[in-house]
Antibody
Framework: EVQLVESGGHLVQPGGSLRLSCAASGFTFSSSWMSWVRKAPGRGLEWVASIKHLGSETYSVGSMKGRFTISRDNAKNSLSLQMNSLRVEDTAVYYC????????WGQGTLVTVSS | QSVVTQPPSASGTPGQRITISCSGSDFNIGSSFVTWYQQLPGAAPKLLIDRNFQRPSGVPDRFSASKSGTSASLAISGLQSEDEADYHCATWDVSLSAWVFGGGTKLTVL
């Protein structure tokens, strides 16, 4: 059974940093695209970033480039999202998703950016 | 404001067939694939229809999808109360080089 478990979300002040993690199991992690997708209150889903199987290629949405960095550790079946210079509008539930089409999703971790 | 738009709400009665639209442009739906997700209340999104119009294992065949030009649709036949959820479409936008999601459609089963 595919399992994706996010962690690391909590309350942070504007301008602060946070690192989210996603522990994966139940599938061949090193063969899968991995992504982060977020859902802000009252808004639709928003793609954040994706990383290819070996981590050699990453893709992210324009507004987050330079602030958010996606990475993976295939030896530990782990995905990470380093978020810097956080803004109030980054407040959202952040989901880890696996597969070319976001085939499987974790339960999400809540990031709140507020002073 | 997303570059891909969905109606914010839809409704139907049990047993009815409903469709949810997803409208984009030549830069996304018109030149790329569309995927669909179901998000039940309080739960994470779940893949409903993949880019090849296929349903993952466990998704009832009451759910189907289609695409024409710059628009796509999700159809649900034999509507059931358990189908009450938010439905999201997604596609790849070649001009933005980004996945884009529609704003989501909240389906109410009356």
């Amino acid at each position: 059974e595919v399992q994706l478990v996010e962690s690391g979300g909590h309350l942070v002040q504007p301008g602060g940093s946070l690192r989210l993690s996603c522990a994966a199991s139940g599938f061949t992690f090193s063969s899968s695209w991995m992504s982060w997708v977020r859902k802000a209150p009252g808004r639709g889903l928003e793609w954040v970033a994706s990383i290819k199987h070996l981590g050699s290629e990453t893709y992210s949405v324009g507004s987050m480039k330079g602030r958010f960095t996606i990475s993976r550790d295939n030896a530990k079946n782990s995905l990470s999202l380093q978020m810097n210079s956080l803004r109030v509008e980054d407040t959202a539930v952040y989901y880890c998703a696996s597969g070319d089409d976001f085939d499987y999703w974790g339960q999400g971790t809540l990031v709140t950016v507020s002073s | 404001q997303s570059v891909v738009t969905q109606p914010p709400s839809a409704s139907g009665t049990p047993g009815q067939r409903i469709t949810i639209s997803c409208s984009g442009s030549d830069f996304n739906i018109g030149s790329s694939f569309v995927t669909w997700y179901q998000q039940l209340p309080g739960a994470a999104p779940k893949l409903l229809i993949d880019r090849n119009f296929q349903r993952p294992s466990g998704v009832p065949d009451r759910f189907s999808a289609s695409k024409s030009g710059t628009s796509a649709s999700l159809a649900i036949s034999g509507l059931q109360s358990e189908d009450e959820a938010d439905y999201h479409c997604a596609t790849w936008d070649v001009s933005l080089s980004a996945w884009v999601f529609g704003g989501g459609t909240k389906l109410t089963v009356l």
